[in-house]
């Protein structure tokens, strides 16, 4: 059965760092990371195929980076310099078929962790 299940999370002050992890039960050719502020939509925030092809939000470009450990299936987001506007829920996800085209749209994705908070104080 196709799990992810989440790690990490919590709050820091403003420009500081936190790591996401996402461990899968299976192998996916393609993975995200979504998140979900009070009141708004799930946005995508990163994107990483089998191959290595990343892709990223205008908003967290430059401050986040996706990678993947493949031997052990586990799903990294290192965030760097938090901004307050970066607080959310954090999920990570996964699907049965990969667009990169519009890696952003949730409904690609068949499988969700359960989404730690991220919180980034002033």
């Known amino acids: 059965q196709e799990q992810l299940v989440e790690s990490g999370g919590g709050s820091v002050q403003s420009g500081g760092s936190l790591r996401l992890s996402c461990a899968a039960s299976?192998?996916?050719?393609?993975m995200d990371w979504f998140r979900q502020a009070p009141g708004k939509e799930r946005e995508g925030v990163a994107y990483?195929?089998?191959?290595?092809?990343?892709r990223y939000a205008d908003t967290v470009k430059g401050r986040f980076t996706i990678s993947k450990d493949n031997a052990k299936n586990i799903l990294y987001l290192q965030m760097n310099i938090l901004k307050p506007e970066d607080t959310a829920m954090y999920y990570c996800a996964a699907g049965r078929f990969c667009d990169v085209g519009h890696w952003g749209s949730a409904a690609l994705y068949n499988y969700w962790g359960q989404g730690p908070q991220v919180r980034a104080s002033p």
């Open positions: 299976v192998t996916f050719r393609c």
């Open positions: 990483i195929s089998s191959f290595g092809i990343t």
